[in-house]
């Protein structure tokens, strides 16, 4: 069973970065596609990004793009997701997910994964 464990939520003012983590374990060589997205109360389900094994990105926010880059680093099997420009609307819990898939032309969206984790909150405060 592939568990997902995210990291680095937080609450920051309006402005400023944080640095979200997801490292799967046990390390399986099976992972293909990681990504992110994320819920806030009342509002919509929102895909961010996913990320392939050999790296390639695909933001589902255009909204998003500018501020949120995701990234991996298979060696320590996690997936990051780098949020500058923060602003109140990003206050949210943060999911990661990740999928042993193939055969995809390009990764879904997160939520569309097999594996996800427990969600790392991040507040923005005005």
């Known amino acids: 069973q592939v568990r997902l464990m995210e990291s680095g939520g937080g609450s920051v003012q309006a402005g400023g970065s944080l640095k979200l983590s997801c490292t799967h374990s046990?390390?399986?060589?099976?992972?293909?596609?990681m990504g992110w997205f994320r819920q806030a109360p009342g509002k919509k389900r929102e895909e961010i990004a996913s990320?392939?094994?050999?790296?390639?990105?695909?933001y589902y926010a255009d909204s998003l793009k500018g501020r949120f880059a995701i990234s991996r680093d298979n060696a320590k099997n996690t997936v990051y997701l780098q949020l500058n420009s923060l602003v109140p609307n990003d206050t949210a819990l943060y999911y990661c997910?990740?999928?042993?898939?193939?055969?995809?032309?390009?990764?879904?969206?997160?939520?569309?994964?097999?594996?996800r984790g427990q969600g790392t909150q991040v507040t923005v405060s005005s």
């Open positions: 997910g990740a999928d042993q898939r193939t055969g995809w032309a390009e990764c879904p969206p997160a939520s569309h994964f097999g594996y």
């Open positions: 046990p390390y399986n060589h099976d992972i293909t596609c």
């Open positions: 990320i392939s094994l050999g790296g390639e990105a695909i």
